[in-house]
C-alpha cells in the first residue's frame, strides 16, 4: 500500500497562497487516484479535491476556482495549489490514497 507524506502548509493571510506536496512510496502509484480532505477541529473531515491517473480533477464547491490539483507520476508526487485562501480554509489537510492516509498538514488562514 505504501505511505504519504504530505508537506507545504503553514500560516497565510487571507488572500494568499500555499502549495501543498503529496509525496508518495511504494505501492503503484501512477494507477490510483489521490485525493485531498481536510479537517477542521470539532468538524467531519471533507472531501477537499482528487485527481485520477489520466490528470481528470474534481473540485470541491467550495474551493473551486480557488484550488488547483495536479500530478507527477514520474515523481510519485501530487500537488494543491491553493490561492485566494480564506479563514474558513484553516483545517488540517490529508491525503489519501486508496486505504492509505498520510498524517497531515496544518494550514491556517489569518484574517
Known amino acids: 500500500q505504501g505511505q504519504l507524506v504530505e508537506s507545504g502548509g503553514g500560516l497565510v493571510q487571507a488572500g494568499g497562497s500555499l502549495r501543498l506536496s503529496c509525496a508518495a512510496s511504494?505501492?503503484?502509484?501512477?494507477?490510483?487516484?489521490v485525493a485531498w480532505y481536510r479537517q477542521a477541529p470539532e468538524k467531519q473531515r471533507e472531501f477537499v479535491a482528487d485527481?485520477?491517473?489520466?490528470?481528470?480533477?474534481n473540485y470541491a464547491e467550495s474551493v473551486k476556482g480557488r484550488f488547483s490539483i495536479s500530478r507527477d507520476n514520474a515523481e510519485n508526487t501530487v500537488y494543491l495549489q491553493m490561492n485566494s485562501l480564506k479563514p474558513e480554509d484553516t483545517a488540517m489537510y490529508l491525503c489519501?490514497?486508496?486505504?492509505?492516509w498520510g498524517q497531515g498538514t496544518q494550514v491556517t488562514v489569518s484574517s
Open positions: 489519501n490514497k486508496g486505504r492509505v
Open positions: 511504494g505501492g503503484t502509484f501512477s494507477l490510483y487516484a
Open positions: 485527481v485520477a491517473p489520466s490528470g481528470t480533477a
